[in-house]
């Protein structure tokens, strides 16, 4: 692994801060894009960015945090400042609530505009976690002897012997995520069924992949992700139901 790309003097470039800048650079263009194409005012997706790269970033290293609480008390200023540490979920989380203030804010329907930027969010998520696999950031997944595994010896968090390359999986499945949204957009949809199926997908596919991750178990047999992607997948069914049931109501009460 490359977790140091370019280093001179004080210029240091590493591999999962040029992904993740990458991840955002181009989600912000296709955002742009899709705003463009459902009459938007394009100037929303830069109003957006600022907000959500801070949040990304703050709730992130909180959750990292949070859910390594032992080792933040025994060492807080090498978990604060280190390399490594970011947990996608605690991003996903700031980074929805401190968009749905900007949303509102420039007068637009949050679920429409959450739906218009899930495929930008799947394909950042593809990009950012690329950059969790060439750095070496420590999300790896459980030993293995198979065919998939993969050694970190040079990552920012080294490991020698092979374990499953978990980045690599999620990045691949947000990339087909991608292209399933990319399609659905096309087709005349409810408002917020895109978001909705989004976090379905998301919520299922780490659920899944937590089996195979270090990640620590809480009390209820499962890791805090595996809490959170639940959380996602009920919210994602419970909103599909919810919308689908508001829709049918208003043709009732028409009718």
């Given at each position: 692994?490359?977790?140091i790309?370019?280093?001179?003097?004080?210029?240091?470039?590493?591999?999962y801060?040029?992904?993740?800048g990458?991840?955002?650079?181009?989600g912000?263009l296709l955002?742009?894009?899709?705003?463009?194409?459902k009459?938007?005012?394009?100037?929303?997706?830069?109003?957006?960015?600022?907000v959500?790269?801070p949040?990304?970033?703050?709730?992130?290293k909180?959750f990292?945090?949070?859910?390594?609480?032992?080792?933040?008390?025994?060492?807080?200023?090498?978990?604060?400042?280190?390399?490594?540490?970011?947990?996608v979920y605690?991003?996903?989380?700031?980074?929805?609530i401190s968009?749905?203030?900007?949303?509102?804010?420039?007068?637009?329907g949050?679920l429409?505009?959450?739906?218009?930027?899930?495929?930008a969010m799947?394909?950042?998520?593809?990009?950012?976690r690329?950059?969790?696999?060439?750095?070496?950031?420590?999300?790896?997944?459980l030993?293995?002897?198979?065919i998939?595994?993969?050694?970190?010896p040079?990552?920012?968090?080294?490991?020698?012997?092979?374990?499953f390359?978990?980045?690599?999986?999620?990045s691949?499945?947000?990339?087909?995520?991608?292209?399933?949204?990319?399609?659905?957009?096309?087709n005349?949809?409810?408002t917020?069924?895109?978001?909705f199926?989004?976090?379905?997908?998301?919520?299922?596919?780490?659920?899944s992949?937590?089996?195979i991750?270090?990640?620590?178990?809480?009390?209820?047999g499962?890791t805090?992700?595996?809490?959170?992607?639940?959380?996602?997948i009920?919210?994602?069914?419970?909103?599909?139901?919810?919308i689908n049931?508001k829709?049918s109501?208003?043709?009732?009460?028409?009718?």
């Amino acid at each position: 692994m490359y977790p140091i790309l370019f280093n001179y003097k004080l210029i240091t470039i590493g591999s999962y801060g040029l992904l993740l800048g990458l991840a955002f650079y181009i989600g912000f263009l296709l955002l742009e894009r899709e705003f463009i194409l459902k009459k938007i005012d394009p100037e929303l997706a830069y109003k957006l960015l600022i907000v959500i790269i801070p949040s990304a970033i703050i709730g992130a290293k909180l959750f990292h945090v949070f859910e390594n609480f032992g080792e933040f008390l025994s060492s807080p200023s090498d978990m604060i400042f280190s390399g490594a540490g970011l947990s996608v979920y605690g991003g996903f989380v700031l980074s929805f609530i401190s968009a749905m203030f900007v949303i509102r804010k420039n007068n637009e329907g949050i679920l429409n505009i959450f739906d218009t930027t899930s495929p930008a969010m799947a394909l950042g998520y593809a990009i950012g976690r690329l950059g969790c696999h060439a750095s070496g950031d420590g999300c790896y997944g459980l030993p293995t002897d198979s065919i998939l595994g993969m050694a970190y010896p040079n990552g920012i968090v080294p490991i020698t012997v092979n374990v499953f390359p978990t980045p690599l999986f999620e990045s691949f499945a947000s990339l087909i995520f991608f292209l399933i949204l990319m399609r659905l957009r096309k087709n005349e949809l409810k408002t917020g069924t895109l978001f909705f199926i989004y976090l379905i997908m998301n919520g299922f596919a780490r659920f899944s992949v937590e089996f195979i991750r270090l990640n620590p178990v809480t009390s209820l047999g499962l890791t805090q992700a595996q809490i959170v992607a639940l959380c996602f997948i009920t919210v994602g069914i419970g909103g599909l139901i919810f919308i689908n049931k508001k829709i049918s109501g208003i043709k009732h009460n028409a009718a």
